[in-house]
């Protein structure tokens, strides 16, 4: 298992951020991912519009995820209509 950083942009209507945020933490789970710690960020202007948008509601995750489960969770994240968009970074020991 590695240790992560995933940053998640949503969208800033309280329900597509509230439905978007628990189903990345129940794909998560669901893949055997260890939420360590969850940070919300904030709203903030993105640099270009995404889906049409100018501003988006930032969420940090720090987690432990087995490497091969990140492609598998990146093709659902790609699929979740609640996300605008996210990044993966792996933390070094």
Not at 21 to 36: K, T, W, Y
Not at 45 to 72: C, M, Q, S, W
Not at 78 to 87: F, G, P
């Given at each position: 298992?590695?240790?992560?950083?995933?940053?998640?942009?949503f969208?800033?209507?309280?329900?597509?951020?509230?439905a978007?945020?628990?189903?990345?933490l129940?794909d998560?789970?669901?893949?055997?991912g260890e939420?360590?710690?969850?940070?919300?960020?904030g709203?903030?202007d993105?640099?270009?519009?995404?889906?049409?948008?100018?501003r988006?509601?930032?969420?940090?995750?720090?987690?432990?995820?087995?490497?091969?489960?990140?492609?598998v969770?990146?093709?659902?994240f790609?699929?979740?209509?609640?996300?605008?968009?996210?990044l993966?970074?792996t933390?070094?020991?």
């Amino acid at each position: 298992m590695r240790r992560y950083e995933l940053t998640v942009i949503f969208p800033l209507e309280e329900d597509q951020h509230k439905a978007g945020r628990e189903q990345v933490l129940a794909d998560l789970v669901a893949h055997g991912g260890e939420i360590e710690k969850t940070d919300e960020i904030g709203d903030r202007d993105l640099a270009y519009e995404i889906k049409k948008r100018k501003r988006g509601r930032y969420v940090l995750f720090t987690l432990k995820l087995d490497p091969v489960k990140v492609a598998v969770l990146d093709r659902i994240f790609k699929l979740n209509a609640h996300i605008l968009k996210y990044l993966f970074v792996t933390l070094e020991a």
